[in-house]
């Protein structure tokens, strides 16, 4: 019976199989799939590129990390401690209400109300404002306790909430007293089952199933320029494999991270289409310099060579950057010279290749006083960057043609960063999409001294210290003027280079592909937005 | 019969509560989530924070003790990256699974055992031993690679069926179902296929060996002798006798599958419980993880439970002994 009714349903579906997909209907298979749907939950690129369709934010980063009015249409700083934002006045919510400077207060308590979520930039923004005032409902004025540069594309991430959503008598930044909230915070099951998630974003939220996909419906109301889609549906598609079977057999229009080495199958294709662009995440090498004695350096004497600025030059000099991207990113990749992308804010303009040249780096090690070398363990991740453990292997085979014999230890990610910040390795691979702020993003998080009270060098793993770099460093992230900042940024990034406590790989590049008829321009900071996926003539 | 359940309730505690040690010390050796769950550029006190939240700082017996006291309230915890409690999660994702799993099991019995039982009949003829020899070849082909095989014929190549995803469901009960679409049919077909396929090859195997050696049992000579119709002798004879290994290994594939379709449903990116699980180890989501294993750890106790009870109704001497005993 059972068999006789598939094998009746077989049949039926085969005669229906090759109905048409209705236009204006968009289907994409994520790669990594969205925890929530509400904005204030986890800081992931996931999460965060969903949340880019159902709310807008005061600021909108363009695909170059540039911050675009959104919400708001201008901003200044005052002075170091006071900024100004002018907020829209024709703005609606998917819900019909109107939006003013109250639903922005409300959103920025929220942040500092969030019991379910489980880590988000908002937080730490609001917590150091000291006051934000609203002169009339279409302005606000945030004086901050701390210098704040970044407050402009800070603010471009918190996404903005209906103050609809909960009860409230009237709303004031004053977390003392819930803001005026009278009735419960939402939690994130609240936004999950779409009651809350009320946005001025191009698309609404019609449904979310964790596991499922997420389906939306235009934003009839939306302020900006109306998406061409009237229906988007993300399925999340971890595997890459069935990602790609997917599109070749017409069931998704777009797809996020087809494999590099899928890509002559795509280009052989017919109807089909990529698109590759550099993205902000470099893949560098991180070393302990802070110990004397390093658990997997392995020398004669039990010296720590890596202290030696020769012997970093040597291990940089032994790597062909070059042929890594050819030969194992498939071309999908552009050395790096320097840790962030030369477009962005406080980079090197045009930085000094570093050079591939192993006699050179042998002579380096000879004058360091390793003529024979040494023994070393390089750990990688193998399921976290774009063929990580590929990458190591060669950069563990360079090193051991100029004579530091590298051992390779590549393991998942899980694993990886956990016993990174315990700091149990020697030398080991890691990669970082530097955000908002630029070149501060990775240098203030890697580079520079670990400082609790300040809040930088949380990552700086190898215990690099380099108290003039500090200084610079610290004075950037506290300068507000732009010209001046970018000025101080480029220096520290130039002296970081110089001394190379980090040594640069490369940069990955984001691919999406896609059926013929739609074209996407893809984005720096990895999100796939179906607003800005457009249909060209056919 | 009462003495039997007691007894056999009180083991499955016992091996529950032995189970929830091994997990959760095995689960507690690995990683720490904090530093997956923190943003990348979070500052030494966010990660602080972090990790005092989630009770991460707390020795792991206090954890323990924590959880199973929760647990014997029925509260398994709250899934890390999910926010939600970690058994509804995993609930939510049950009808899927579960609906494969029937499905497959089921194809795999309406096919596996007439073919079966024809081997087992007519044991040694030539078709018999290569039918034999092909299901070997159905049982050991690596479940990821033939998943990708059908994928490429017929989504890719033929373009039939939808490669991955569940596809519209019908809600019967609250419980969404896939069968009762089309589009449902059309997304299940492939992953219960594959399912299905190593399991019409167990079938085959052991209704087929089942068979052979019950067609030389005294019984079934005798029926002969007395002038029993072969159909009647198969089924009344052979076919009762040789059905309770196979219901065995069937209430245990349908443990398994339930808990370990990983492959498949990560293949098809079917949103079931065994992706949940793999996504879950790798985030490191402890709660969800040994809630998991809890769970699955429960189903096997009382499909095994089930399965000693259909014993007892297949077979008389079942209950004989354990009158005796």
């Known amino acids: 019976m059972t068999y006789r009714n598939l094998k009746a349903g077989t049949a039926m579906l085969l005669a229906l199989a090759a109905s048409p997909a209705a236009a204006q209907e968009l289907t994409i298979a994520l790669a990594s799939e969205p925890t929530a749907v509400d904005p204030h939950y986890h800081d992931l690129t996931s999460n965060n590129a969903v949340a880019e369709h159902i709310y807008s934010a005061l600021g909108r980063a363009d695909a170059q990390q540039n911050i675009q009015p959104g919400l708001a249409t201008s901003w200044e700083a005052e002075d170091d401690n006071t900024w100004v934002f002018q907020l829209r006045d024709d703005v609606v919510f998917s819900d019909g209400s109107e939006f003013n400077a109250d639903d922005v207060i409300f959103t920025y308590c929220r942040t500092m109300n969030n019991e379910t979520s489980v880590g988000t930039v908002g937080e730490s923004v609001v917590t150091n404002f000291a006051s934000v005032e609203t002169p009339d409902p279409h302005t606000l004025r945030i004086t901050t306790k701390e210098i704040e540069p970044l407050m402009p594309e800070l603010l471009a991430q918190i996404m903005i909430l209906s103050e609809g959503i909960v009860e409230h008598d009237e709303i004031t930044f004053d977390l003392e007293n819930d803001c005026g909230v009278t009735g419960e915070w939402p939690g994130v099951d609240a936004f999950n089952t779409g009651e809350a998630a009320i946005g001025t974003g191009p698309f609404v939220l019609e449904e979310f199933t964790l596991g499922s996909g997420i389906t939306l419906g235009r934003n009839e109301n939306y302020f900006g320029e109306a998406p061409v889609w009237e229906r988007v549906r993300m399925v999340p598609v971890p595997a890459s494999g069935p990602r790609l079977a997917g599109l070749l057999s017409g069931d998704y229009d777009l797809i996020e991270n087809p494999a590099a080495r899928d890509i002559t199958q795509i280009e052989a294709q017919e109807g089909l289409d990529y698109v590759s662009v550099p993205s902000n995440r470099i893949i560098f090498l991180q070393m302990d310099i802070g110990r004397d004695d390093s658990p997997f350096i392995r020398t004669g004497d039990g010296s720590n060579p890596f202290q030696d600025e020769r012997v970093r030059r040597a291990v940089s000099m032994a790597i062909d950057r070059q042929a890594i991207v050819d030969r194992i990113m498939d071309g999908f990749a552009t050395p790096a010279y320097q840790f962030i992308p030369d477009n962005m804010f406080g980079a090197i303009p045009d930085p000094e290749p570093l050079e591939y040249d192993p006699e050179r780096a042998t002579e380096l090690l000879a004058e360091a006083g390793y003529p024979d070398g040494f023994g070393l363990t390089l750990h990688a991740t193998n399921d976290r960057y774009i063929n990580d453990s590929q990458v190591a292997q060669v950069v563990a085979q360079f090193l051991t043609r100029i004579g530091i014999q590298t051992e390779l230890d590549a393991m998942t990610r899980s694993i990886f960063f956990s016993r990174r910040s315990d700091k149990e390795f020697s030398f080991a691979m890691g990669g970082w999409g530097s955000s908002e702020g630029g070149a501060a993003s990775f240098l203030r998080q890697y580079v520079t001294t670990d400082n609790e009270d300040l809040g930088v060098g949380a990552s700086n793993y190898g215990a690099w210290s380099d108290p003039e770099f500090d200084a610079i460093l610290l004075e950037a992230i506290s300068t507000v003027d732009e010209e001046k900042r970018a000025a101080l940024l480029q220096r520290a990034e130039q002296m970081a280079v110089d001394k190379l406590g980090f040594i640069p790989l490369h940069f990955e590049s984001s691919i999406w592909a896609f059926r013929d008829g739609l074209s996407y321009p893809g984005r720096a900071d990895q999100y796939t937005l179906a607003h800005e996926v457009t249909q060209t003539a056919e | ?325």
């Open chain 2, 1 to 325: 019969m009462a003495l039997f359940v007691l007894q056999r309730l009180l083991q499955s505690i016992a091996v529950l509560f032995a189970v929830s040690i091994a997990i959760f010390l095995a689960v507690y050796s690995v990683g720490n989530p904090a530093d997956l769950l923190v943003p990348p550029d979070a500052t030494q006190a966010e990660r602080a924070a972090m990790i005092a939240r989630l009770g991460l700082d707390r020795p792991v017996w206090a954890q323990y003790l924590t959880f199973l006291g929760n647990a014997l309230q029925g509260d398994l915890g709250t899934s890390f990256v999910h926010g939600r409690p970690a058994l509804s999660l995993i609930l939510s994702r049950m009808p899927a699974t579960f609906e494969l799993v029937f499905w497959a099991l089921a194809i795999a019995s309406a096919i596996g055992i007439p073919i079966g039982l024809w081997i087992g009949l007519n044991d040694g003829t030539r078709t018999a031993r290569a039918a034999m020899t092909g299901s070997i070849l159905g049982y050991s082909i690596p479940s990821f690679w033939k998943g990708m095989v059908l994928i490429l014929i017929f989504a890719v190549w033929l373009q039939w069926l939808p490669a991955a995803g569940r596809g519209e469901t019908v809600s019967l009960l609250g419980i969404p179902l896939s069968f009762l679409t089309l589009d449902g049919l059309r997304h299940m077909t492939l992953p219960v296929v594959n399912l299905a396929i190593p399991n019409i090859a167990l079938m085959i195997r052991l209704t087929a060996a089942g068979a052979a050696e019950a067609v030389h049992q005294d019984y079934v000579r005798f029926a002969r002798a007395k002038g029993v119709r072969p159909k009647r002798i198969v089924r009344r004879h052979v076919l009762r006798n040789i059905l309770i290994p196979i219901v065995t290994v069937l209430g245990v594939e349908f443990g398994s599958l339930i808990a370990f379709s990983t492959i498949t449903e990560t293949v098809f990116a079917w949103p079931g419980m065994g992706r949940l699980l793999i996504t879950s180890i790798y985030q490191l989501d402890r709660p969800v993880v040994v809630a998991y294993v809890m769970l699955v750890t429960f189903i096997f106790v009382a499909v095994n439970l089930l399965v000693d009870f259909t014993y007892a109704a297949l077979d008389p001497r079942v209950k004989l002994v354990e009158n005796m005993g």
